[in-house]
């Protein structure tokens, strides 16, 4: 008890910025040391695991541009994510949103007929929508009818999920396939360009960055954005005030679903060119986006950074795969406590630790 | 351990089991040097404090100096950080109410501890060890429950529900509760502040009748009037010190205000003599329900006119803040109507009602009021983000933004370092400046005020209440709801009292008293309703 009382506890109100960074190096460090147990179980030295990763995500020209063009996906979604949860919107449905994106883009690229030079734009724009679509039901749900937001969104996943493999194995599949579980490939108006022979679809990686701009400007600069700060920070100075929960839940949602079907139109008209299994098309971005944005701390700006480093991650994961032979699970294992030790290391912001060095007059 | 309750009409009680008795009586109870500190804030900072046996102590404090903070260490909510508690001429260290009980303290809290599913009598003997059966000793309980509410005039059927009770009512379950662990030493967090006037004499009738037999009582409140009713001796906290303590016969209610406060403090604020001008807001018949469904305004009428300030009084939970809901267009109104100027305001949004000119200034002027994690500027903005120069395509315009705020400070005296600190670094008596700045810019013909000096210290609240006299100059119409009968006589035109969602009369303000007001919170209908 004597020892207790020397260590005081403060509230602290507002983090400073160095707070903010150190505690989340920290985390990462803390999620780090502890996958390095993982390592260990397999029998494989957690320092030449990291430097496999490294070495796999920077140590060649293909392993610079893998990255990049992992960090494209968890761009567009982590932006979009952003701002569904400064509106206070638990959105873990990106994986679903990316996937109907996905699915609206395929349609349009196959079957719509559209001249060429108009193909890729409305690939884009009924991605957006359709994902936007799928954000916006458990938006209204929620705010219409109090349901709960990460239930609908988790279980809308599944629904996309299972839509896109009927759509395969079913009206979709591909005649020209050989009986594989895929559609045919897109005709060559569909497919993006890249940076030279890599995988960088650039127009994506132009729109994510573009897009985390206009986010940071909507969020700070805007009306719009200002009601949805008041929202998600006091829902009911937001109410006493006049701003519509509804409106603001809807329009937030439309965004981070829009964000999330853009990226699944970037996977398959860049990557894929064609669209195939629902794991095969979202690669589990969806849900590493939610750490990219909780990392990022809700700012859009900081995502790009957040992005690129979790793409380090799933590139490094993809090289230990081969060369140390584990499985790729491992990966989500290190993903998931970097999330664990964010939410964890929250409270350390939020208070001021000291030690008091000086002898308390004894009761 | 059982301890068998001291006899009646004995004031003196034996103190056989405490040794170190000093010239033969010690005092129930003495705590020595109490520090208690809680994150950011020195709550108790070396408390020293007699409560003699047998004597009604008042501890009297504003808002936030300490008083609750040590009264719960007394009842071993909270641990000190440093200091000795002495019971009877021993040191003891209480460490949970349990232990506090064991010592013969009991406490009624501000804000009751009650199941309200549950019987009286359940309530009372909650969490008892009543001897070796597992069966409840109903008819014995009962007996003693009764014997004890006749005894001290707390009259009270053991087999309602609690939910059933008036507050009031459940305030003397309360006391029973204590009583029925045979507590010696009782404290009494504010009681008087959900109690009707007529409620307050019955419980100063009890706390004589308990200190008659032999009872020690620690009282705690901030109203001046009461401590000079009521005690025997009074001592002042201010800022987590004691700053004083004095017999009550050999002091003033100025004296102590000034203890309290620190300074010479006004008790009256001018009220200028103002025309009334015409109906701005007319109300017919309105209903409403509660959040939980229930039937909370049934049907009320009233209109209020320019430069009039229209109190509403009532015990809290009648329906005024229904009543300041559906006027601020946060509730629906279920039937009638309230009409500002030709405008119905049943069927506008909240949006819609502010653009009207209508204030509002709500009860929970932190979780409602503002947004805590946003900076002065944007929370002075709250209301008017959306308008020139504030707006513009649907940007904001942070330059018109900070010039603003900084005229808005100064105009308030909101005192902050600069318009960008959060609003939840404010003291409360900033946040309410900040909420009025907000409101009343732009010259509202209507102000809802709701509660608006709870809380606050005494400085803020008189700049609270001339705030509202000046709008009321210049010609706005106040409804103002307040549990403080002593502002809504002093700030009122016309006062309007409320009981369950009906208006039980409407006397005008310089005539009113304060016994009659009292009558009708408790439910008594006036004949003669004054317009």
């Known amino acids: ?363 | 351990m059982r301890i068998s309750r001291p006899t009646p009409r004995t004031r003196h009680h034996s103190s056989s089991e405490s040794e170190s008795v000093v010239a033969g009586q010690a005092p129930a109870v003495e705590l020595r040097g109490i520090v208690k500190t809680f994150p950011g804030v020195v709550a108790n900072d070396g408390v020293d404090l007699t409560v003699e046996r047998g004597e009604i102590h008042c501890l009297l404090g504003e808002n936030g100096a300490g008083k609750t903070t040590l009264m719960r260490i007394l009842y071993g909510l909270y641990q000190p950080d440093e200091g000795t508690i002495v019971l009877n001429g021993k040191t003891v260290t209480i460490s949970s109410p349990r232990k506090a009980l064991e010592h013969r303290i009991g406490m009624v809290h501000q804000h009751f501890h009650l199941v309200p599913t549950l019987s009286v009598e359940e309530n009372i003997i909650l969490g008892l060890d009543e001897g070796p059966s597992p069966l409840l000793h109903s008819r014995r309980t009962r007996a003693k429950i009764r014997d004890l509410a006749k005894e001290f005039g707390l009259e009270v059927d053991p087999q309602a529900k609690v939910w059933q009770l008036s507050v009031g009512q459940q305030q003397r379950v309360e006391i029973l509760k204590a009583l029925y662990r045979k507590a010696d030493v009782l404290i009494m967090d504010e009681p008087t502040s959900v109690l009707t006037p007529q409620e307050v004499s019955g419980l100063f009738g009890t706390l004589r009748s308990l200190v008659d037999a032999g009872l020690t009582i620690v009282f705690i409140t901030h109203k001046l009037d009461e401590v000079m009713q009521i005690s025997d001796r009074v001592s002042v906290l201010r800022k987590g010190t004691i700053v004083g303590t004095v017999h009550t016969s050999e002091t003033d209610k100025r004296t102590l205000a000034r203890l309290m406060v620190g300074r010479e403090v006004v008790f009256r604020v001018e009220k200028p003599l103002v025309e009334r001008g015409a109906v701005v807001l007319s109300v017919k018949d309105l209903h409403t329900t509660n959040d939980r469904g229930l039937k909370a305004l049934n049907g009320i009428s009233f209109d209020l006119y320019a430069s009039e300030i229209l109190g509403v009084a009532g015990v809290s939970g009648n329906g005024q803040h229904e009543l300041s809901e559906v006027l601020t267009g946060l509730r629906r109104a279920g039937h009638g109507q309230a009409v500002l100027q030709a405008q119905d305001l049943t069927h506008c949004s909240a949006r819609e009602i502010a653009d009207l000119g209508v204030a509002h200034v709500p009860t929970e002027r932190i979780r409602v009021g503002t947004v805590p994690s946003m900076t002065i500027r944007e929370n002075l903005l709250l209301k008017r983000y959306r308008q020139a120069p504030f707006s513009r395509w649907g940007f904001l315009n942070d330059t018109a933004a900070k010039t603003h705020a900084e005229g808005a400070m100064q105009e308030y005296s909101i005192s902050a370092p600069h318009d960008g600190v959060a609003a939840k670094l404010l003291s409360g008596g900033n946040i309410q400046r900040l909420v009025l700045a907000r409101e009343l810019c732009g010259d509202p013909a209507l102000i809802i005020a709701a509660h608006p000096t709870y809380g606050l210290d005494v400085g803020a609240t008189e700049q609270v209440r001339e705030t509202l006299l000046q709008q009321r100059s210049n010609g706005a119409a106040i409804l103002l709801i307040s549990e403080d009968l002593d502002e809504i006589l002093q700030l009122s035109d016309r006062i309007l009292v409320l009981f369950e969602g009906e208006i039980m009369g409407v006397l005008p303000a310089d005539q009113a008293d304060p016994n009659e007001i009292g009558l009708l919170m408790a439910g008594s209908r006036r004949q003669e309703v004054v317009t």
């Open chain 1, 1 to 363: 008890m004597r020892l207790l009382s020397r260590i005081h506890v403060e509230r602290r109100t507002t983090p400073p910025a160095w707070v903010v960074v150190s505690v989340s190096v920290g985390a990462i460090i803390a999620a780090l040391l502890v996958a390095g147990i993982f390592f260990r179980a397999y029998g494989i030295s957690p320092l030449r695991a990291y430097g496999d990763i490294l070495r796999g995500a920077f140590g060649s020209r293909l392993g610079i541009t893998e990255t990049i063009r992992r960090a494209i996906p968890l761009l567009l979604i982590g932006v979009g994510l952003t701002v569904a949860f400064r509106a206070l919107f638990w959105n873990i449905g990106a994986e679903g949103q990316l996937l109907v994106g996905a699915v609206a883009a395929s349609g349009i690229a196959l079957f719509s007929g559209l001249p060429g030079a108009l193909l890729l734009p409305a690939m884009f724009i009924g991605g957006f929508l359709a994902g936007a679509a799928w954000g916006i039901i458990p938006a209204a749900l929620k705010s219409k009818l109090g349901i709960n937001d990460v239930i609908t969104t988790l279980m809308m996943n599944y629904i996309a999920i299972y839509i896109v493999e009927w759509l395969i194995h079913g009206p979709w599949k591909g005649p020209t396939m050989r009986g594989f579980a895929y559609t045919d490939p897109f005709p060559a108006a569909a497919v993006l360009s890249t940076v030279g022979d890599t995988r960088i679809h650039w127009p994506t990686l132009v729109i994510g960055i573009a897009a985390a701009i206009i986010a940071y400007v909507l969020v700070k600069r805007t009306r719009a954005g200002f009601e949805i700060r008041v929202v998600g920070e006091n829902p009911h100075a937001a109410k006493y005030s006049g701003i519509s929960h509804v409106k603001v839940t809807l329009l937030a949602m439309a965004f981070s679903g829009g964000m999330a079907g853009m990226a699944g139109v970037g996977e398959v008209a860049g990557i894929h060119h064609m669209l195939l299994g629902p794991a095969n098309v979202t690669g589990g971005y969806g849900y590493t986006a939610i750490i990219v944005a909780w990392l990022a701390r809700r700012n859009p700006l900081a995502v790009i950074v957040t992005a690129f480093l979790f793409a380090v991650l799933l590139r490094g994961g993809d090289v230990i795969k081969v060369s140390l032979g584990l499985p790729f699970q491992l990966v989500n294992v290190f993903n998931g406590l970097i999330l664990f030790f964010l939410i964890g290391s929250d409270i350390l912001m939020r208070y001021r630790i000291s030690f008091d060095r000086k002898e308390r007059r004894a009761a």
